[in-house]
């Protein structure tokens, strides 16, 4: 284990809720000083043609959908990546390169080495800004996308909530040190309970000497600091407008990264996009529970190319489903 991967799942968790992914790989990719490792879990029947990328947010990793990917393996291959510098992948050596084109050049090795065309795409928060790129560009392998708590562009007040811990690299001495950490700075997740935050613990942390520190590389943040909050004036709308594929929008209702206004507008300016609202849950839906993965399992049954219903609908979940069914 190298001092940058993720610690291995081995806690006392829900294994039926959060199995290992039956397969893993990495694929060799480019940067401006050299070459990186883009590591990636495998999920589902190798053979099927239903294929479904999963993409993690800013300086999360691919455990984010193991819940998700577990269930929808039953009818699609499921891949989820770890963008550079997340997770198992490579850490960048020129912090500069940490940004949306990288990770799409990144993103397009993977799927070609997948080599399974069109594909679905689902990405949270930066995940879900890469797709809209991705989705947007002419000859888009891309056939449906599903967008995660994101819009074309970021709110100040959002963008200063993750710059108040973000340029922070903070040292555990334990897993508890960990999970509490998380507690505090992803409290806007939801569904979340007790054994969810412990498998966010594990799977987020990576080992440093006798103690712990987060699964992601502190230069991101330097980046972050420059290009991130340039996106909000230079921002995604002009990808947005192009996408012609099925779009399904989640959103949190309490999120303060995709408002009920910025939701209206991509509304506005996207009218064929679908809507799931999920109530008491801010930024992000974390796809872990039923509640939340139903909607986007019932939505790609039927917006499947032979049995595409009409578009353009808006559906808000307020109850809580106790189990995967």
């Not at 940067?31 to 053979?47: E, P, R, T």
């Not at 950490?181 to 613990?201: C, I, S, V």
Request: net charge negative.
């Amino acid at each position: 284990m190298t001092d940058n991967d993720a610690v291995v799942l081995d806690g006392n968790f829900d294994q039926e809720k959060y199995p290992p992914a039956p397969r893993s790989g990495s694929v060799t990719c480019i940067n401006s000083k050299g070459f990186h490792q883009i590591a990636y879990q495998d999920w589902g029947d190798i053979n099927n043609e239903e294929t479904l990328y999963c993409v993690h947010g800013l300086t999360r990793n691919s455990h984010d959908f193991d819940a998700l990917a577990n269930k929808l393996s039953k009818n699609h291959r499921v891949i989820c990546p770890d963008t550079v510098g997340r997770g198992h992948s490579d850490w960048l050596p020129d912090h500069d390169d940490y940004q949306i084109q990288q990770y799409n050049m990144d993103f397009t090795v993977l799927a070609a080495h997948i080599g399974k065309e069109p594909f679905d795409f689902l990405g949270t928060s930066l995940g879900g800004m890469m797709g809209m790129v991705l989705a947007a560009m002419p000859n888009s392998p891309i056939q449906r996308l599903i967008i995660n708590d994101i819009a074309p562009e970021v709110p100040h007040t959002a963008m200063a909530r993750l710059g108040d811990y973000l340029h922070l690299d903070p040292y555990f001495s334990s897993l508890d040190e960990v999970e509490a950490r998380l507690r505090e700075t992803l409290k806007p997740f939801a569904p979340m309970k007790d054994e969810d935050w412990q498998h966010l613990a594990r799977t987020s942390s990576r080992k440093d000497g006798k103690g712990f520190r987060l699964a992601f590389d502190p230069d991101i943040s330097n980046t972050y600091g420059r290009r991130y909050w340039y996106m909000m004036y230079f921002n995604l709308w002009k990808y947005w407008v192009r996408i012609q594929c099925p779009v399904l929008i989640l959103r949190g209702m309490d999120s303060d990264f995709l408002t009920e206004s910025l939701l209206d507008r991509m509304l506005s300016k996207l009218p064929h996009a679908d809507v799931v609202e999920f109530a008491n849950t801010g930024h992000t839906p974390t796809l872990n529970a039923a509640e939340q993965i139903n909607p986007i399992q019932d939505w790609l049954e039927n917006t499947k190319p032979n049995s595409r219903k009409k578009t353009g609908s808006r559906s808000r979940v307020e109850g809580v489903q106790e189990e995967l069914l």
